[in-house]
């Protein structure tokens, strides 16, 4: 079988797994949506000062609750299934495009989700909205690839995965917070767009190539 | 000629930061074989397991599991005609019986109606819709034979496999046991309760600190 049809196959059964317990839908995509809605009682309802920070604002709520669907629950196995794929002769490189995949399905869902929320509180101006066509899967992709490598090197996640996502992710919110700002100024993205997707690019090669080494040394 | 033995490994010792957990365990499988494995918790008997089971690398010792070297890429080629029955169930607990045991057996190349066929042979077809969450430990336990049934292994190393069982579950895994020694496999059993498995075990093995310490029957 090859490593694509093994992908395929575990990421059809997380989302399932996913859609059951509801973690990302019921609990996440509302947490972040209320982090959108206190920062506006916070710095007080200015309009046009709101409108200038909601999507920096959306991309710092992105970044860090992004950290959170990446370590959510069923992003993980238990030891005793990950053996019985390891006995299976399952890729190692198939698990990692698996879960990388779902994060990022549901990163995109949470992205959507939230920004829309952005945007009834604050009323950004942005010109282009064609682009977030491809800001928004481009940044989802990144930050669950990032996810899905640091819960393999945390062995499951745990406290120590967000911290070790943040700081690695400021390229991604650099490229993502820039683009936007871009278009709020009617200015040209296309070298944001490439800093994402060359991210993109480099996290994959390393997901890919560090898989195997991850998982055993998680055994 | 005398067929190549199911397992065959010298001198294994396996070390983590400040423990040794394995020192110099030597055992061979015949084909056909089931041995037991007995010892106090901590002895080393789980450890044991994984190491044939090829997770575990030893930190020293080596030989052969299925013919292939142990610590070498060769043993990715015999891992699935291993199975591991270990403590906790190998199931994703939102999914239901059946949605796991059909993706355990499109990962292994068989079919659905391959899962649904083994569920059924281990008395799991009504509950083939329940999640797994809400399954009792022996239904879930059931459900690990499912999983054995489907591999259909050349060798099955049972982790305490009659935890959690009624009399007549018992009597599955001795019918899963048998139809493995059957067809030429091993099979390597770890208990507390020798009275439970010295029907289903050829001769046995007590692990203490770490070693082999008694060769039973």
């Known amino acids: ?6 992908a395929a196959l575990l990421l059809g059964f997380q989302l399932r797994d996913e859609l059951r317990t509801g973690e990302v839908i019921a609990v996440v995509i509302p ?6 809605l206190v920062i506006p009682m916070a710095v007080g309802i200015e309009t046009t000062l709101l409108a200038r920070i909601g999507p920096g604002m959306y991309w710092a709520v992105v970044l860090l609750f992004g950290v959170v669907v990446t370590q959510r629950s069923t992003a993980s196995s238990t030891p005793s299934h990950r053996d019985a794929l390891v006995l299976l002769g399952v890729d190692p490189a198939a698990r990692f495009a698996a879960t990388a995949a779902a994060s990022a399905l549901l990163l995109l869902l949470f992205e959507i989700g939230v920004g829309l929320v952005m945007i009834v509180l604050y009323d950004p101006v942005v010109v282009g909205w064609g682009w977030l066509a491809l800001v928004l899967p481009l940044v ?8 899905t490598i640091a819960g393999s090197v945390t062995d499951g996640g745990g406290a120590l995965a967000p911290l070790l996502v943040a700081p690695l992710a400021i390229p991604i919110l650099l490229g993502a917070a820039q683009a936007t700002e871009g278009l709020r100024l009617g200015a040209g993205i296309l070298r944001w767009i490439l800093v994402l997707a060359l991210v993109d690019v480099v996290l994959a090669l390393a997901g890919v190539l560090t898989a195997r080494l991850l998982e055993e040394s998680s055994r | 000629m005398p067929e190549d033995p199911i397992v065959a490994v010298e001198g294994i010792a396996v070390r983590r930061p400040g423990a040794l957990i394995l020192r110099e365990v030597s055992l061979e499988l015949r084909s056909g074989e089931a041995v037991g494995l007995f010892g106090a918790n901590g002895s080393g008997k789980t450890t044991l397991l994984r190491v044939l089971a090829t997770l575990t690398r030893p930190s020293s010792g080596g030989g052969t599991v299925l013919g292939a070297s142990l610590g070498t890429d060769a043993v990715e080629r015999v891992r699935p005609r291993i199975a591991l029955v270990a403590h906790d169930p190998a199931l994703v607990a939102n999914l239901t019986l059946g949605e796991n045991l059909r993706l355990l057996a499109l990962l292994a190349g068989r079919g659905v109606d391959d899962a649904t066929r083994s569920l059924e042979a281990v008395g799991l077809s009504g509950a083939s819709g329940r999640r797994a969450a809400v399954c009792s430990n022996g239904m879930r336990r059931r459900a690990e034979f499912a999983r054995v049934m489907l591999a259909a292994p050349d060798l099955l190393l049972l982790d305490e496999a009659h935890v959690g069982l009624d009399p007549a579950a018992g009597d599955l895994v001795a019918h899963i046991v048998e139809s493995v020694t059957g067809r030429g496999g091993g099979v390597v059993i770890v208990s507390h309760e020798r009275e439970r498995v010295g029907g289903l075990i050829d001769r046995s093995l007590t692990l203490a600190d770490g070693r082999i310490t008694e060769v039973g029957r």
Not at chain 1, 1 to 6: A, G, K
Not at chain 1, 140 to 147: D, H, P, Q, S, T
């Open chain 1, 31 to 36: 947490f972040g949506s209320i982090a959108l």
């Open chain 1, 1 to 6: 079988m090859t490593l694509w049809r093994q």
């Open chain 1, 140 to 147: 989802a992709i990144g930050l669950a690839m990032l996810g």
